[in-house]
């Protein structure tokens, strides 16, 4: 398959409080490595002895790399502890290497806005990545609370929004579904 | 991989005006064959000679199978024509088949929202499909326009709103992003 660049990539953000930010980011990758394209997804939060099922396919598929820095656990101290911002700021040092390589044409930065909302890294940095990007990496960014600077900075942006949510049927976390 | 059923398979729906919605989907069935379940997308007024970038790729992925229907246009005329009402006819009956084999854990049924909005199938019928299925698989419905009943029906509904879209700078249909 001829390897064409994009023309111009965008930056792209899914947030809001709703089910399917990341599966999102997922099946954009997936389109897009059907027509030849590289994708990448640095994870922030997610990771440690956790493991998601979309981490099991992905290994299988050509042009889809994938790295996590997290931990694997819900962060709610403030301030943070160190580990977390310390993992946090890697994960941001490595999305500048892989975006500014212009090597991947999708990289997906999962769950950063979380780890922007938390103060793991800075809003700043954020937007200088976005800002000097290469002109064909196409950026996504998940997680809710996407800072406005962020989303100010952003071509294209989804809210997703809880409308319906089977909470009172006890059912959270099911293996297959929602990891 | 030990082949495990889901104990309740949910009915969800993504709908709005907002980008993702497909992709979500996707991005769900993806994480579901990591697991080692078994997926199927039936596409309802997608088709015909318009290629999906998402379809070269999940040729080349275990457990995920899809079908189109539609003949891959914009459908505007109402009523509608009757070669689209017996494309969308056809693509429930399919669907009503694979959902009933049980064979598949994940049943995307894509667009189908906007199949209902345009009248070429009756929402009782989906309804129906929804109150009979096998328990252990999860049905996923996509496309603008959900019809109320179709909310009701579903356990776990999501909108995505679009919150900003970059129309004034004349990207809208991108290879290897939006298809």
Known sequence: MTKERLEKGLTQVYTGNGKGKT??????????????????????????????????IIKQLPDFETRAFGRGRYIKEQPPLEEDVKL??????FARKIVNTGDYDIVIL???????HL???????????????PRHVELILTGRYAPSEIID???????????????????????????
Chains 1, 2 share one sequence.
């Open 110 to 116: 999962d769950e950063i806005n979380v780890a922007l």
């Open 153 to 179: 900075a952003a071509d294209l942006v989804t809210e997703m929004r809880e409308v319906k949510h089977p909470y009172a049927q006890g059912i959270l976390d099911r293996k297959g579904i929602e990891y």
């Open 23 to 56: 599966s999102a980011a997922l099946g954009l990758a997936l389109r897009a490595i059907g027509w030849g394209l590289k994708a990448h997804m640095i994870q922030f939060i997610k990771g440690g002895n956790f493991k998601h099922g979309e981490l099991q």
């Open 88 to 93: 946090a700021k890697e994960a941001l040092r």
């Open 119 to 133: 103060k793991l890294i800075k809003t700043d940095e954020v937007i200088e990545l976005i800002e000097n990007k």
